[in-house]
């Protein structure tokens, strides 16, 4: 199947480009990137103090002169947060914005999509499933517990709706959110990476 795909990929675009494309995939298996992947179907109560917080849901964009969104494009790269949130929404995907109370600014945010998920994942969802994805605190807020707040809530609402079963990832060297996800429903199930070679899709799986 690999000698197929390899001929096809030499005869659509050349020596030169199929050369490349062996560089490339060679330099990603040996320069493999393992994640952590993470499940939870537990529902349990949390604790959410909504006088100093609160969690602002968008389904859709929102207008660009919206007060969060404006916010968080002075943190983000501006074009290429709006692109990115773009995409997301056009595949149904949610945002969800910690905010402090007292400041009414945005403290973190992370995406949420329905029995799909925005990039090719280590295996299928299940219409009953959910993919977490991209979860991120504001630099000058971390190490305050925000991301577990955060993770918290919305397991609890995605829940709520209706979900059997949420999933997310984190790289192996991210200590801080594997630290994060001790503090939330979630069970580690495994540890894999991901890569294409000739527009193929695999996942080496390690445990």
């Avoid at 305050?144 to 999933?167: A, C, D, F, M, P």
């Avoid at 994060?180 to 540890?191: D, Q």
Wanted: proline share 2%; charged share 20%.
């Amino acid at each position: 199947m690999l000698y197929h795909r390899f001929k096809h990929f030499y005869k659509n675009n050349g020596f030169y480009k199929t050369l490349l494309q062996c560089i490339n995939k060679a330099y990603c298996i040996f320069k493999i990137h393992k994640f952590l992947l993470y499940y939870t179907d537990e529902y349990k109560a949390i604790e959410f103090d909504s006088h100093k917080y609160s969690i602002k849901r968008y389904d859709a964009m929102p207008d660009i002169k919206d007060r969060n969104i404006n916010e968080l494009c002075k943190y983000f790269d501006k074009h290429i947060f709006l692109a990115t949130a773009k995409q997301n929404f056009n595949k149904k995907s949610v945002l969800w914005i910690l905010i402090d109370n007292s400041s009414n600014a945005p403290l973190g945010i992370i995406w949420s999509i329905r029995a799909n998920t925005v990039s090719t994942h280590f295996f299928p969802l299940c219409s009953h499933d959910c993919h977490m994805f991209s979860n991120e605190i504001l630099s000058h807020h971390r190490g305050k517990g925000y991301n577990t707040i955060l993770l918290n809530y919305v397991i609890h609402k995605l829940k709520q709706e209706g979900i059997s079963r949420i999933h997310i990832e984190t790289a192996t060297d991210n200590y801080a959110e594997q630290n994060s996800l001790k503090k939330t429903p979630f069970i580690n199930y495994g540890v894999a990476s991901k890569y294409h070679f000739f527009r193929q899709f695999y996942t080496i799986w390690y445990k």
